[in-house]
């Protein structure tokens, strides 16, 4: 996911290396039906994008996910909830 992420913000002229995104994945493990299995994963991001940025990286946020391997084949099966903290420099 970091992958599409890196790609949809370069896309918008917005660096992703060295050290620009960072990620914080947590899946939650349930038994639902008496066996485990993933049931969400909560993504926390943070962004360090030049000044007058903000907006483009906001948009490459809300939209990375429709272009992502992993999230597309997991769509239905398991809760994404994305955050994050856009540092301008």
């Known amino acids: 996911m970091v992958g599409t992420l890196s790609g949809a913000l370069e896309a918008?002229?917005?660096p992703s290396s060295p050290d620009k995104v960072k990620a914080n994945?947590?899946?939650?493990?349930e038994a639902p039906e008496g066996v485990l299995k993933i049931t969400k994963i909560n993504c926390h991001y943070e962004?360090?994008?030049p000044s007058g940025n903000r907006e483009a990286a906001e948009?490459?946020?809300?939209?990375?996910?429709?272009?992502c391997p992993v999230a597309q084949t997991?769509?239905?099966?398991?809760q994404f909830n994305?955050?994050?903290v856009i540092e301008e420099y």
């Open 12 to 14: 918008r002229k917005i």
């Open 25 to 29: 994945i947590q899946g939650t493990i």
């Open 47 to 49: 962004l360090k994008v």
């Open 59 to 67: 948009r490459a946020l809300n939209v990375f996910e429709r272009g």
């Open 74 to 78: 997991l769509k239905g099966c398991i």
């Open 82 to 84: 994305h955050t994050w």
